[in-house]
């Protein structure tokens, strides 16, 4: 008998019931059945080996989807265990799901895993790979699970699982699935790929201590990490990436440079600038000052504290607050540190009656908002527990809409340009109208809105993809993805159109008649981020070399001995004056020491001076890379460097 | 017989014994007799009646000191009440004290004084002061006392104060003592002035509601106050100095401007910078980043919280906890708000190992503390509860002590010039090495130390005084007193030498024979004090006539016809381009009109544009004073108005 499968783009495939769903993947490409993973059948993702017995809606799930990449990742794990199981009897699996990249299994063991460890459970791995071991699927009652996981395996951890029936979504009632590779099986839910050969190339990268549950008070386990891929290639490529994004770690660089420091008695998630990373946080934001007051935004300051009374009035509390500091109370209310800076602004939009001609009114700030993180959670720069946000709220009416978000969308473009990221794309979230309870209920005013949203990204011709169910409560919005040199995809910026404010603040405007308005639209948006994220992602990407009007230290003058010291300084203080990161070395040391020293500091310019330099008024001049400039008049050097800064060369 | 008195200036005078204090002042000089209000009996403040039976030191209270205007205050504050009770029975008198500037009396009375009460109050006192009624001190047991204010005056307030002896001072054991003016009685230590005729000028300012001991969980009472005068002038001058500082109150001109708004649902001494009052914040950051950069400062930015670690290391903890706001608990600890820069600026010094070669090292930030004041005690920009205050930490050798002071009283004065700030003085505020318990014990530091800022305050030609038992706990200090137009004088700014801070956070730094030396002595300034407070000065100084380069909008170029709109516009946008704030006003009104709507603006130069104008290139230029420039060529007025901003002028 024929049955129908209804295939991703519509298309239908009869295909015999009864077949299996890597055969009905052979149907439609040998190509497409060598990479499946595992297939959704009517949205269920099962195993390739279950067999289609009705009509359904038939997807390959392969790995270029982060559902694919789940599964195989889960595999590998599962293979893992196998290999630690056979290696270190006793040692007991508890659970070892995927994560953003690879995946991780807590083991039961008493002491850590070495490092020689991991390579001999890597050699094992690679010999239940070269098995090619079949996995299968089998069901059990939670009775007899719970016999096979106490019995041999005498596993608490595996029958408390099945206690929790946390694994019998897709199988119901009071049955959970096991998957087996030969002899060995595991309690899962699954899918899983069908052997064990599938896993192409595999590598275990670090160890760490981790709790049952999470919970500190539970027993201490042994967690691994790991990642893998169908494609030896791929494992290459990636650890070439990784060990890129090592050099250019933030943390690394920014602790080697000077840029910023964490202190214990400070506390977590609060890093300090240090003068040299602080003269790049204020480079960044004279530059957004610039860039915003051409484009007609003022500039406010607003306290970092606000009353209950206010956060109430946004919906920030009680909804947000397990994000936010813990409540103070002072003589006369309840006061938090501020969560975000839109009810502030608001607060402003309101302090006098606005009219048609004050739209849109663009508000500005280089905004200091306060997140309590888990001290677990926190890292670098790239999460932290204080930061300084390039916000704005631009109020306007809706006819005014494309026009602003426009040039937003422009205004982005052009920091990206002058910053040099180029691998970058938008994510445009809409709305689902199925999920009522998710969106402020105004129908027109979504399909108004993402349809503007849209057609601005088409006409400036950006890259983009869109998001269903993915918009804020408040309305649509776009994040710009940035793919860093290390490969790792961040969100930098967002725009988000909202239409609650003017509700929740009684935003209104005096139209042309003199009537009261409220139909006030605010944009929000940052599209510098916020400093501290920014920066991690400014100083990775130049690894450390940062462009002239960046660089913390921008030329070093150096003396080949001491009677050359007053020349140089001279020209040191006239650099100085002119707004130039000039330094002096008049160490007693040798030239290529002192120039090498410099190249390490990452110093643009290195400017080495005597003898012929005093008489003929030069500068002898190197780049950090050792490019040879030459001698130059300082006079003109001042020129040169005073144009590059202001032309903000890459 | 004769007893021997000695003067403040050291002097001898042999006077009989049992003479009154008024007749030994009247031996010193007629003059001094007449301006005496009391006398220092041995450092203890009597009434000139009291007779003096023995050697004594002795000194005359004037109303030139504050003790001398406490207790012409007080007395006054007597008067109101007699004049009270006479025209009011029923009506309570509590307590009065002098305060700041002035005194006040709270009364038990059901409803609040009018502003008729308070005329008809002032006539009733001039007449007892015409009947210049003789003012006696009478004592009390205790048990009598009671019996006294119980009695016909029925004031269980009164007898209170005696139950709680806050009045025995100076009488001990269980008298205390009550002032007679006629038959008027009152409670009182005294001492007082010797008859009512003394007190030639007074004025009743206003009133406003009280609660019996400030709790508001007592008796609502009715508080008037008032201030006097020995001599009608001062009176006026005084009235005349009130009226200025209310027509340049920072509150009222910060409000009519824009310049910075409060809003209940923030919360109370936690202003918002509006565009304008931002600009000119801004300005001032600029402006002392510059300065700085150039007197070889290193920005910082540091995190607003901190662990509750580090303030238990700077000391803050517990000694200044009351100040602070509430601990915030997180999952790694208690965090508190910061409530001072320096303890971050320490471990930022010693977050490295420093060399003699690092030193003077100059930390500099406009950092953000914040205090946790009673929302009663805040006031305007004055009085707030975050502030951001142009600080610095100079950590230095003690040989680096006197030029390192020298270059910030330099600075402190360069400020001064630049705002024409001229009526200022400096206080030298010495320890006192009879108080061990409150001066860190180095004696050598502070002889040495004290020396060194009363040299280099010589040296600079500075005007100051020096204040014994004034220091802080760590070092001496340098005040900079500022006289407001408005006559209010106020800490500008301070210069604080700090021995403490090397011990407490061993600050130490590597010498010349790499021997870690511990000696490092911390200079704290912060010549601009805060925005905050700042700001309200320049409102204040300027009477919001801001000088061009602080000034929130520079220019409006005036329209006399639409047709002109097109040519205004383009200048608006060529200044606006290079940086001037510019506006454009081609309101459909008459010129005059605009010109005068500009003028109520304190925008600084009006530029109107007509036909004339259009044909010649150029504007036709008026000051807000109304001083009128004339035509002058665009561009020609452009380069005027950027060097008049590059240089500052007043």
């Not at 699982?161 to 087996?180: A, H, M, Q, R």
């Not at 920014?254 to 480079?283: A, D, H």
């Not at 920014?534 to 002239?548: C, N, Q, R, Y």
Request: hydrophobic letters at 35%.
């Amino acid at each position: 008998m024929e049955i129908t499968l209804i295939l991703p783009d519509g298309k239908k495939l009869e295909v015999e019931k009864g077949i299996t769903c890597l055969e009905a993947a052979g149907k439609i490409g040998s190509r497409l059945a060598k990479d499946a993973i595992a297939v959704k059948l009517d949205d269920n993702a099962v195993d390739l080996s279950t067999k289609i017995e009705q009509d359904a809606k038939f997807e390959v799930i392969t790995f270029s989807t982060k559902e694919g990449r789940d599964i195989f990742w889960h595999s590998t794990a599962h293979t893992m265990a196998e290999a630690i199981m056979n290696l270190f009897p006793g040692t007991l699996p508890t659970i070892g799901p995927p994560i953003d990249f690879g995946f991780f299994y807590d083991f039961d063991k008493k002491t850590p895993f070495s490092q020689e460890d991991l390579r001999k459970i890597e050699e094992e791995m690679a010999k239940i790979i070269r098995e090619d071991k079949p996995i299968a699927r089998k069901e059990f009652s939670t009775a007899d699970a719970k016999k096979l996981f106490a019995g041999e395996h005498n596993n608490p951890y595996k029958v408390q699982l099945i206690d929790e029936k946390s694994t019998d979504d897709g199988v119901g009632g009071n049955k959970v699935s096991v998957y087996y590779q030969g002899d060995w099986y595991d309690l899962c839910r699954g899918p899983h790929v069908p052997s064990t050969g599938r896993i192409k190339a595999f590598k275990l990268t670090k160890v760490s201590g981790a709790f049952w549950k999470a919970d500190s008070k539970n027993q201490q386990l042994q967690r691994i990490y790991g990642v893998s891929f169908p494609d030896k290639k791929m494992l290459d490529e990636y650890v070439k990436q990784q060990e890129e994004a090592e050099k250019r770690d933030h943390k690394k660089l920014g602790k080697e440079m000077e840029l910023f420091m964490q202190s214990e008695m400070i506390g977590k998630g609060l890093p300090v600038w240090l003068p040299k990373g602080n003269i790049i946080k204020e480079e960044i934001e004279n530059y957004a000052k610039e860039m915003e007051r051409k484009a007609g935004f003022l500039r406010v300051s607003t306290p970092h504290l606000a009353k209950k009374e206010l956060y109430l009035t946004s919906g920030h509390l009680p909804y947000y607050a397990e994000s936010m500091y813990p409540p103070m109370k002072l003589d006369d209310g309840t006061y938090y540190l501020k969560a975000m800076n839109c009810p502030h602004h608001h607060l402003i939009y309101k302090h006098k009656s606005r009219s048609y001609r004050d739209l849109p009114l663009r508000i500005a700030e280089y905004g200091t908002v306060y997140r309590n993180e888990l001290s677990g959670a926190l890292a670098g720069l790239l999460r932290v527990r204080m930061l300084s946000m390039n916000d704005a709220h631009i109020y306007c009416t809706k006819e005014q809409i494309e026009q602003e978000f426009e040039n937003v969308v422009k205004m982005n473009v052009d920091y990206f340009n002058v910053f040099g990221f180029k691998d970058y794309y938008f994510r445009l979230s809409l709305h689902d109208s199925i999920h009522k309870e998710k969106y402020i209920d105004e129908p027109e005013n979504w399909e108004f809105a993402e349809d503007v949203l849209r057609k601005a990204l088409i006409k400036l011709n950006a890259k983009f993809i869109e998001a269903k169910d993915e918009a804020a409560f408040y309305g649509p919005k776009v994040d710009i993805q940035y793919k860093a040199v290390t490969g790792r995809e961040e969100t930098v910026s967002t725009i988000q159109l909202d239409f609650a404010a003017k509700t929740k603040f009684q935003l209104t405007y005096a139209d042309k008649d003199g009537k009261e308005n409220n139909e006030v639209y605010v944009i929000h948006r940052a599209p510098l981020s916020t400093h501290e994220r920014f920066t991690a992602f400014l100083i990775e990407h130049f690894s450390g070399k940062f462009p002239l009007w960046l660089s913390p230290e921008q030329v070093r003058i150096l003396t080949i001995a001491d009677r050359f010291n007053d020349y140089a300084g001279k020209i040191r203080q006239k650099y100085f004056d002119e707004g130039i990161r000039a330094e002096l070395d008049t160490k007693s040391e040798s030239i290529s020491y002192k120039v090498r020293e410099a190249q390490l500091d990452q110093v643009n310019y290195i400017l080495v001076v005597g003898e012929k330099e005093v008489n003929d008024g030069t500068v002898n001049v190197r780049t950090r890379d050792n490019k040879i400039l030459g001698p130059v008049k300082a006079d003109e050097f001042l020129s040169q460097l005073k144009e590059e800064i202001k032309e903000k060369k890459k």
